[in-house]
């Protein structure tokens, strides 16, 4: 990894039912943000928010939404191509994807490289209770783990309600990740928002980019934003508020790790990959892919 800007980047969707015109709308938008974020910040890699072409919740069938996506790379994100092209940057993003039949659809995210060609798509792996098909939501959750090599370094690449889930963070440490990227439209609380970043960054010494959705999707949810920028020690470097923007942070490797915490004299030296006990990882290898449920009552 080499030092860079990077950029969280939050705005609201389109207001009003899931169309055409509304996801011509979120794209025109989407590029004109992401110019001006750009302009403001020089930031070389750009993390827009979960599901950004619509909206989180689209408010429609699986099958209108098929209809409204498309396959990746495709039309649904042209636009974002030609302007990461155009300015010469990366450029994460969500957006829903047409599955191979009307039935199908995935929550995913696309990486594209500065050229305007797409370095990655990763399908949500861990679709929140109410999106799931399985709970009578639209999205069919993926099945791979997603690192790609850039010039920047290595970006692992995760969407919201999946870094609750730190096999999956860790996963993406293991192969090399330096930074993840987490676009997202979370529902719950900013502390549990600012938790769960912190953690799968302190966790596997990764920087994380949280991009998180504000105002409201096509269903009238309400999103919050504070989307932020967290090191590998932890640390949230930038936050933002609920407003329409971003924030950015230079990220650079020889700081990553300088100090046992934020501008302390004593060295950092642990390693939480280096340092895991893998004969105990292995010898409960069953438990952990076993089946689990809390003992406490759900809702």
């Not at 939404?65 to 974002?80: A, T, Y």
């Not at 994380?208 to 999103?223: F, K, R, T």
């Amino acid at each position: 990894m080499r030092a860079f800007t990077a950029a969280a980047v939050q705005l609201a969707p389109a207001p009003g039912p899931l169309t055409p015109e509304s996801v011509a709308a979120n794209l025109e938008r989407l590029v004109d943000i992401t110019r001006r974020c750009h302009a403001a910040t020089g930031a070389e890699l750009i993390v827009l928010p979960e599901s950004a072409t619509t909206g989180f919740t689209p408010g429609c069938s699986i099958g209108q939404l098929w209809e409204l996506m498309s396959d990746l790379p495709g039309p649904v994100i042209d636009p974002l191509r030609a302007v990461a092209a155009e300015l010469g940057v990366h450029l994460v993003a969500g957006t829903y994807e047409r599955g191979p039949t009307p039935e199908i659809v995935y929550n995913s995210s696309v990486l594209v490289d500065p050229a305007g060609e797409l370095l990655g798509v990763y399908r949500k792996t861990h679709p929140f209770c109410s999106e799931a098909v399985s709970g009578g939501g639209w999205v069919t959750p993926g099945d791979t783990v997603t690192v790609c090599d850039t010039d920047l370094g290595r970006i692992g690449m995760i969407i919201c309600f999946d870094g609750d889930y730190p096999e999956l963070s860790r996963i993406q440490a293991v192969k090399g990740a330096e930074v993840i990227a987490r676009p997202s439209a979370l529902l719950r609380s900013a502390d549990i928002w600012e938790l769960t970043s912190r953690a799968r960054a302190y966790d596997n010494h990764v920087y994380v980019i949280g991009a998180n959705a504000i105002g409201a999707d096509p269903a009238g949810v309400l999103y919050f934003g504070n989307s932020h920028i967290v090191t590998p020690v932890g640390h949230i470097v930038a936050k933002a508020a609920t407003h329409e923007g971003w924030v950015s942070a230079r990220l650079d490797p020889a700081d990553a790790l300088a100090s046992l915490t934020p501008g302390s004299n004593i060295g950092q030296g642990f390693d939480h990959l280096r340092d895991r006990n893998l004969d105990l990882i292995r010898r409960h290898r069953a438990e952990l892919e076993g089946p689990a449920e809390t003992s406490f009552p759900h809702a």
